[in-house]
């Protein structure tokens, strides 16, 4: 495949982001690339076979997770993960939407922002990871990075605030201004990776640390080691 018109460094922040470096650039650059681009080279073909590796990863998984569960309550279990507005969710973590290809159109319309095209990116990036490695495990452990707590909390019948959301409003409702998450580190192979990220939060003495598969879950395990320092539990409503 040709190479990649996306310039080095957006590869560089894309990649981390994905927590996976592609062989050949090109099935990157093809998984970005919208129908309103091209109408022959786009990223739909990919798109048809990330979709059946999502819900086959995401059906492996939920089978281990819930060993008595009957096939109904599989199915709709599965259904809430692989939604579209989960999948445009996961786009966001990813900041996928900078880095889409777009007709002029679309951009002019804010495609970028548009949860069907996010969407259908997440799934055309897992299938491009597939093609360039050709290796399942890979693809699942990019998976449960990208998803996260998302996977942690499926079927729970009780919605509880996760920590991030909890310590933004506790700080909301006192006037106090907004935590601020970063990166510290990210450690590990390249489709295996840690993140280490810190939260600082107006009234602590020091930043809090977490630690995780992906940034979103790092940065969830800074804020609960935040709302612990400030006494609150994080079940609180």
């Known amino acids: 495949m040709s190479s990649s018109p996306i310039i080095d460094e957006k590869i560089r922040r894309l990649s981390a982001a994905l927590g996976y470096d592609f062989r050949d650039k090109g099935w990157l650059e093809l998984a970005l690339t919208h129908r309103s681009v091209s109408g022959s080279r786009n990223n739909e073909r ?8 999502l819900n086959f990863l995401v059906a492996d998984f939920l089978y281990d997770r819930f060993p008595g569960e009957n096939e109904g309550r599989l199915s709709r279990l599965r259904a809430l993960l692989v939604k579209q507005d989960t999948l445009a969710s996961v786009a966001r973590d990813l900041q996928l939407g900078e880095y889409l290809r777009l007709g002029a159109g679309e951009l ?30 890979i693809c699942r452990h990019r998976l449960q990075a990208w998803f996260g707590d998302r996977l ?6 009780t919605v509880i605030k996760d920590s991030k959301s909890l310590l933004q409003e506790f700080l909301q409702g006192r006037r106090l201004g907004l935590p601020a998450y970063s990166v510290v580190s990210i450690e ?4 295996n990776q840690s993140f280490h990220v810190m939260c600082e939060v107006p009234g602590l003495p020091a930043p809090t640390a977490g630690s995780g598969l992906s940034r979103r879950q790092a940065e969830q395990e800074a ?15």
Not at 46 to 53: A, H, T, V
Not at 118 to 130: K, N, S, T
Not at 152 to 157: A, H, Y
Request: net charge negative; charged share 30%; glycine share 12%.
């Open 152 to 157: 942690d909390t499926v079927g729970q019948e």
């Open 223 to 237: 804020a609960a080691a935040a709302l612990r320092q400030l006494g609150i539990k994080e079940s609180d409503e």
């Open 188 to 191: 590990g192979e390249a489709h």
């Open 46 to 53: 990919l798109e048809f076979l990330g979709d059946s590796i």
């Open 108 to 137: 002019k319309s804010g495609g970028f922002r548009r949860e069907s095209i996010l969407a259908d990116a997440v799934e055309a990036v897992l299938g491009a990871i597939y093609r360039d490695c050709a290796d399942i495990e």
